[in-house]
């Protein structure tokens, strides 16, 4: 053979799998050799996805290591199966969440952000970026992410920044941007404005108070609030149009209690008359539906409270109170005035700031807005017509309804690391000056210009990540090539603030989808289910399962616990099996080894195959088309099933078993096929199984002796992924070889229950049809090595006076034979263990039927006697059925 073979097979491979140094080394290859570049001038068809970018403000969690996971699975699978792939990795700046940090760090120093100042603090935030947004790369390359890390890109580097500031511009210059006083949902403690989206609203227990609003002249108003602290700011009190209680009373005059001014009722449709009293207080600078209540009453909208939530001027007695004190003053002076009737137990949604968890207030304020309906209608037409494909597709109603509803998007934020707004202000003239480049000065009167101190919400930079990556506005050849993605892998948490957001600004600046596809990953949960947090102290840190378990298990486990809709439980038991997993196809290969460096020519397997050779052949194939089919469609569980099973049950348990005799047999005419054939399938499974644990596959892979790749670099992240080879597939050898199987089960759950014979015993078979009679007789010598028979008889029949234990399998009955002498001393045994059994089950009665035990016992050791019940009646059944035999 002219074939040359390659490889180390020379080195005897350690004892058992050692994660850390393997994985170490092998991601210093694959970025020596730069793998995982995408090449613009490829030839191959592109594959593209753009990361999620994670937060600076930290190490990456179990969520990120799933995410990043699956992706990974895909790109290597889509790189060795001919594509050129592009990942694209990078991380994001987080605005709120890096303030949080910063700030948490400078209240431990006794200093706040505004006494720190803007520079300084600017400082800082790209200090913490260079320090944690490198540890990202690093914790990536130990979770074995194949990103491109030459096009790795951070929000708020140049590139990025630059195409934020087009963007900006463009949607100011269609009125797609404007900026008003309008109201918005306020975090006192952050000091900003927080989109709709980063409010969270928790069910709380309040109390619903009733108070009297004395009228002008005689009378009174009742009116129900759950804010009293809000009643500073009424403007009106507002009744429904057609409420007969409060009909005469509209055109009315009420007295604010505690301040006294004079306040209208006011007749309005947006009033629910079962709500309350049926009176409601109109308070524009503080509520949302009062808002757009006052505007269409034409009520001046009065602001109670400042930016750190304290009572302004506005509240009279109580200027300079935090809101919560004022509450509790009010109420008290109320009470003390008879204004207040009474309050009850009232369940309502507070928000809370996503960020530090603060009450939001809802507040007048002058901010900046993107317009959403015009760029939702296109957003959600590409989902409509297929552009876009959600997996799974629940997603798609939960998208709809988002974006069908959508409000126009509060953007400016009054923190400083960010994109800073690119709007600047002439006192003088009063006009807004928003612009590509920074003005000098006031194109009207060139006089000085004030810029806006705000920054843009971090959600607007993300939005253009699946193009501002490529190095848009440029027209860039990776844009030409790559864009747009093909899939975009995401926790569903994300889908507004982030997926739809894309799918916005990437039809309007590319007239293009972002991505084909979007699969949503699941939660991480833990092993019962329950939500990870750090308050319930369940939190799983990904690099402790990477340390103790290796990178490979963990990312295999994430696939086989990722079904496409339901959240990941991740049990300690999973990582453990995959852990298993990991070791048994070291040992598989440290035993093949030898075998294989012993083969005599680089030959693919095709002169004197057996049936298990051809069976084993066959699946191999048929096994490549089920992972490839599983991966298309997403179903990243039931490739790692279909391959997990080829390697421990077909390939491990059966055939080296099988094939053991034949190695060991000193003639290259029977162990040569046989290396041949076990050398073929075990460099298809490493191959298949490479996607998802790339560091022990190419440590093995490079282990084993074969024939010179053609390539410039000897690797298995550039190898080909196993395709079907239907020259190979064989029904005949694949139903053959699941005969043995059920027969050589059987005939070990027989000899199982025959415990006193120990010595090597004949097997009787007698198959049921010609066909199983032809596969069986083909496989007699597989079956006498399986069942340690001494020989193995194909007959006709089973004669009914042979004395033996029989069962039956659908293609076969099978019968051990056995010795008088045996006979009865097994009969003896049986009746003795049957006997033993009986006592030991009959103290669990016992116990079973005592009430005491059962309710004073713990449930643990309650269902352990249960078990241990049934497991007894089980085996006193199995063992009556064996002496049954032996007596008929
Ligand atoms: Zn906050
Ligand atoms: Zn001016």
Redesign the pocket.
Same mark, same amino acid.
């Given at each position: 053979m002219s074939d040359t073979w390659a490889g180390r097979g020379e080195s005897p491979m350690a004892k058992s799998f050692d994660p850390k140094g393997v994985e170490e080394k092998w991601a210093t290859f694959w970025s020596d050799h730069d793998l995982f570049h995408a090449d613009v001038r490829s030839t191959k068809p592109p594959f593209v996805m753009v990361i999620p970018p994670p937060n600076i403000t930290g190490r990456l969690h179990v969520g990120h290591g799933l995410n990043n996971a699956l992706q990974d699975i895909l790109a290597r699978w889509k790189r060795m199966s001919g594509h050129d792939v592009l990942w694209i990795p990078g991380s994001d700046h987080a605005s709120i969440a890096t303030h949080v940090m910063i700030e948490r760090q400078l209240e431990s120093e006794g200093l706040t952000r505004q006494q720190l100042g803007r520079e300084a603090f600017l400082e800082r935030a790209w200090a913490w970026k260079q320090r944690f947004g490198s540890e990202i790369v690093h914790q990536l390359r130990q979770l074995g992410a194949s990103c491109d890390w030459s096009r790795e890109r951070f929000t708020m580097d140049s590139g990025l920044s630059h195409a934020v500031r087009e963007v900006f511009v463009r949607l100011y210059e269609e009125g797609l941007i404007y900026r008003g006083r309008y109201l918005i949902n306020w975090c006192p403690r952050c000091r900003t404005a927080v989109s709709d989206l980063e409010v969270v609203h928790k069910e709380t227990e309040g109390r619903l108070y009733t108070i009297r609003y004395p009228l002008e002249g005689r009378g009174e108003i009742r009116v129900a609030t759950t804010r009293p602290e809000t009643i500073l700011g009424d403007a009106a009190v507002a009744v429904h149009p057609d409420d007969p209680r409060y009909k005469a009373m509209v055109g009315r005059t009420v007295l604010l209690p505690v301040l006294g001014r004079a306040i209208p009722i006011v007749a309005d449709a947006y009033v629910d008359p079962a709500f309350g009293t049926g009176a409601v207080k109109v308070t524009p600078a503080h509520d949302p539906k009062d808002f757009d209540a006052g505007k269409r009453l034409g009520l001046e909208p009065i602001v109670v409270m400042d930016e750190g939530a304290r009572m302004t001027a506005a509240a009279g007695p109580y200027a300079g109170l935090d809101r919560f004190a004022c509450r509790s003053a009010l109420l008290e002076r109320l009470e003390k005035d008879g204004l207040l009737v009474g309050s009850e137990a009232h369940r309502h949604a507070v928000g809370h700031c996503q960020r530090c968890d603060t009450v939001v207030e809802p507040m007048i304020s002058l901010q900046w807005f993107v317009k959403m309906a015009p760029l939702a209608a296109p957003a959600l037409a590409a989902v409509e017509q297929g552009r876009i494909e959600l997996i799974p597709d629940q997603w798609r109603k939960t998208y709809n309804e988002w974006l069908g509803n959508i409000r126009d998007w509060c953007i400016s934020r009054q923190l400083w690391w960010g994109h800073r707004i690119p709007a600047w202000y =002439?006192d003088? =003239?009063n006009?807004t000056l928003v612009a590509r480049k920074d003005p000098e000065a =006031?194109a009207? =009167?060139a006089?000085p210009l004030r810029q806006d101190p705000d920054i843009l919400d971090t959600w607007f930079s993300s939005g253009l990540w699946a193009f501002s990556t490529m190095g848009w506005p440029e027209k860039t050849a990776d844009l030409a090539r790559y864009y747009p993605t093909h899939v975009l892998v995401t926790g569903y948490d994300i889908v507004f603030f982030w997926v739809a957001r894309m799918v916005m600004l990437s039809l309007k600046f590319m007239g293009e989808v972002p991505f084909r596809k979007v699969f949503f990953n699941g939660l991480v949960r833990d092993e019962h289910g329950e939500k990870i947090s750090k308050t319930k102290g369940n939190v799983i840190d990904l690099f402790d399962l990477l340390d103790r378990y290796g990178a490979d298990a963990v990312r295999f486990t994430y696939a086989a616990l990722t079904t496409p809709g339901s959240d990941v439980a991740l049990a300690p038991g999973r990582l453990e099996g995959s852990r298993n997993f990991a070791n048994k196809m070291w040992n598989v290969v440290r035993f093949s080894l030898p075998h294989l460096q012993a083969r005599t020519s680089a030959v693919p397997p095709s002169q004197g195959l057996t049936t298990a050779d051809r069976w084993i052949l066959s699946r191999s194939s048929v096994v490549a088309g089920e992972v490839s089919r599983a991966l298309e469609s997403y179903r990243f569980d039931e490739a790692a099933d279909a391959i997990y099973h080829f390697a421990w049950h077909e390939v491990c348990d059966w055939y080296i078993e099988i094939i053991k005799i034949r190695l060991s047999s000193g003639r290259d005419d029977l162990a040569e096929p046989a290396r041949a054939t076990l050398a073929h399938v075990l460099d298809r499974l490493l191959k298949m199984l490479h996607p998802f644990m790339p560091f022990l596959t190419e440590e093995l892979w490079q282990a084993l002796p074969r024939v010179a790749a053609k390539g410039p670099v000897n690797s298995l992240s550039v190898a080909s992924f196993p395709v079907q080879e239907p020259q190979y597939e064989d029904p005949v050898a694949t139903r053959a070889i699941g005969m043995l199987m059920e027969v050589v089960t059987l005939r070990r759950n027989l000899q199982a229950g025959l415990r006193g014979v120990t010595g090597p015993v004949q097997t009787l078979v007698a198959p049921f049809t010609p066909e199983a009679r032809e596969a069986l007789e083909s496989l007699r010598e597989e079956l006498r090595v399986l069942t340690r028979s001494s020989d193995v008889r194909i007959v006709a029949t089973l004669d009914g006076d042979v004395t033996a234990v029989r069962g039956v399998t659908a293609d076969a009955e099978v019968a051990l034979p056995l010795a008088k002498l045996d006979v009865e001393a097994e009969r003896q045994r049986l009746r003795g263990e049957i006997e033993r059994a009986a006592g030991e089950l009959a103290g669990h009665d016992a116990k079973l039927s005592n009430d005491s035990f059962l309710t004073r016992a713990k449930p643990d050791a309650v269902d352990k006697v249960k078990r241990a019940h049934r497991e007894l009646t089980d085996r006193i059944a199995k063992l009556k059925t064996t002496l049954a035999q032996l007596e008929g």
């Open positions: =002439c003088r =003239c006009v =006031c009207k =009167c006089g």
